[in-house]
């Protein structure tokens, strides 16, 4: 089976659509981690399109603050603003539907279970895993063989070997290059993946800019559950519309 894994969609239209006219023809599900508004000028749109496109979805931390589930007093003032932005466009269907997402659920149907989490897997809804160190303590405190998680904006990769004593050190972790693929059948080790964000990637060379905002990039992965591989992807595109709008309503 193949299973386009999204996250950090944060409300853009246009990446959100550029990775689903990419990958049409190579996947049969899609899995979505979260956060499908905050930041960009398209909620209800995002919301609606990732309703019927994907198999799964999860609640990220800024569906569950527009939803009314949870307080943003751990937001940046940046998404704060945005979020009341947000809740003020939303329609009460799109507020109702954010308010069910859950931030985490164990997806059992491939050959092995797989556990999706917004966040790290030992606190999914605020768990940020960028080092090996962050990754070490998700290991420790979380029971999974694999895990695709959110919530970093960073495409990544961090591996524990099974069965080894607890140490930092037998964390690995990798940032997630597109094309890079990971054989994860093959690894005799526990695994934590990012697709990185499709809306609004952090790393230095792929963040959104205004210099580059007609070569945006929109990233994702896919995963073959039949051989095991997970490959990270990118895809660019036209952010110049999107990025306009942001400015009209106080958002970038």
Known sequence: MRILVISDIHANLAAFTAVLNRTREDRDLILCLGDLVGYGPDPNECVELVAEVSTCI????????????????????????????????????????LSRLKPQFEYPNVPEPILLSHGGPEDPIWSYIF??????????????????????????????NTG??????????????????????????????????????????????????????????????????????????????TMERMVKFGLW
Request: glycine share 10%; aromatic share 12%; net charge positive.
């Open 58 to 97: 999860l609640g990220g931390n800024h569906d569950l603050a527009a939803g009314g589930v949870i307080k943003a007093k751990a937001f940046s003032s940046h998404a704060k603003k945005s979020l009341r932005w947000t809740c003020s466009v939303l329609s009460t269907v799109n507020t109702a539907y």
């Open 131 to 160: 080092s090996e160190f962050d990754a070490e303590i998700a290991f420790r405190g979380a029971s999974f063989s694999r895990c695709f998680f959110g919530h970093t904006h960073f495409p990544s990769v961090f591996m524990r």
């Open 164 to 241: 080894a004593d607890v140490g930092p050190a037998l964390c690995t972790g990798h940032y997630g290059p597109p094309d890079m693929v990971v054989e994860t059948s093959r690894l005799n080790a526990r695994l934590l993946l990012n697709p990185g964000s499709v809306g609004f990637p952090r790393n230095e060379e792929e963040a959104p800019s205004w210099d580059r905002r007609f070569h945006a990039v929109a990233r994702y992965a896919l995963f073959d559950s039949k051989n095991g591989l997970w490959q990270f992807k990118g895809v660019e595109y036209n952010m110049g519309d």
